[in-house]
C-alpha cells in the first residue's frame, strides 16, 4: 500500500522538537534549540532540511564535524555566531556557511544575542556517516541504525 504524500505543507503544520537527543549533560547547551524537519512529512531520503530556531544563548549542538555528510546553513533571522577550529564569524541574515564531509573542522552556531536566531540547515543523508564532537567526550557512530551516542573511546552512554 502507497502512502500519499502532501505536495505542500504551511511550516506551522510540520512538528516542533525542542533540545537535542545528546547524554546529559551536553545537551544543556541545546535545551532551548527548536527544529523543524522539513523534509521529512514528503518523503525525502538523501538530504535533510532544518528550520532551526535559537533562542537567546543556546547553542546550535556541540561542535562537530561528519565523515560523510555536507552540511550548508543560512541565516533566515538574527545574528548568531559561527564557531569553527579558525575561531568566531558574525553571522547576519543572507550569510550562508558550508562544511564539506570528512574535513575535521568541528563547526556550531551559537546565538549570544538577545533575538531569536532562525536558520535553514541543509545536510547529506549518509548511511555511512560518524559525527565526532570536538570539545566534548562524544561521538555518534551507527547512523545507519539510528544512531547511537558513544563516548570516544566507544563505551556508548
Not at 522538537?17 to 545528546?22: A, E, F, H, K, Q
Not at 552540511?71 to 575561531?87: A, F, K, S
Request: charged letters at 25%.
Amino acid at each position: 500500500m502507497s502512502t500519499t504524500k502532501p505536495p505542500s505543507l504551511h511550516v506551522g503544520e510540520i512538528p516542533e522538537r525542542r533540545g537535542s537527543r545528546y547524554p546529559a549533560p551536553l545537551n544543556e547547551p541545546c535545551l532551548g534549540r527548536r527544529n523543524r524537519n522539513l523534509g521529512d512529512p514528503f518523503g525525502l531520503k538523501d538530504f535533510g532540511v532544518h528550520l532551526l530556531t535559537l533562542e537567546p544563548g543556546v547553542w546550535s549542538s556541540q561542535r562537530h564535524w561528519h565523515t560523510h555528510e555536507d552540511e550548508l546553513v543560512y541565516v533566515l533571522e538574527g545574528t548568531p555566531t559561527l564557531v569553527t577550529d579558525e575561531g568566531e564569524t558574525p553571522l547576519a541574515p543572507g550569510a550562508v556557511a558550508g562544511f564539506p564531509a570528512g574535513t575535521g573542522n568541528g563547526h556550531h552556531i551559537v546565538n549570544r544575542s538577545d533575538a531569536p536566531a532562525t536558520l535553514l540547515v541543509v545536510g547529506s543523508r549518509k548511511k555511512e556517516d560518524d559525527c565526532y564532537y570536538s570539545d566534548v567526550d562524544l561521538q555518534l557512530v551507527q547512523r545507519a541504525a539510528g544512531g547511537v551516542f558513544a563516548r570516544k573511546s566507544g563505551e556508548p552512554y
